[in-house]
């Protein structure tokens, strides 16, 4: 088993930043892609951004492109979204998931492990 621990969250007005982080640990392997969902009240959850197991590319909704960048460190397990020029609509419960392929994937079907989620809001 493979767990993932999500923080980093918080309260912040627009235009401002964030950096989320999700720590693994467990039965971990850097044989994986890594991705970030978000979740808004009422909404289904939603793809954000999804990196290779070994970082050398990753993609990104359209709706945070030039914002939002993804990156891991695979010598310490976590991977990361640092969230700039933020928006009201922004705000989400934030969730990193891990996915055993070697390419990236973007659906949530096909994401393996997931943690518990840490809440964005962003003021305006």
């Known amino acids: 088993q493979v767990q993932l621990v999500e923080s980093g969250g918080g309260l912040v007005q627009a235009g401002g930043s964030l950096r989320l982080s999700c720590a693994a640990s467990?039965?971990?392997?850097?044989?994986?892609?890594m991705g970030w969902f978000r979740q808004a009240p009422g909404k289904e959850r939603e793809f954000v951004a999804a990196i290779r197991w070994n970082g050398d590319r990753a993609y990104y909704a359209e709706s945070v492109k030039g914002r939002f960048t993804i990156s891991r460190d695979n010598a310490k397990k976590t991977a990361y979204l640092q969230l700039n020029s933020l928006k009201p609509e922004d705000t989400a419960v934030y969730y990193c998931?891990?996915?055993?392929?070697?390419?990236?994937?973007?659906?949530?079907?096909?994401?393996?492990?997931w943690g518990q989620g840490t809440q964005v809001t962003v003021s305006s």
């Open positions: 467990g039965r971990t392997s850097s044989s994986y892609c």
């Open positions: 998931a891990g996915a055993w392929s070697i390419v990236v994937v973007t659906s949530a079907y096909e994401y393996d492990y």
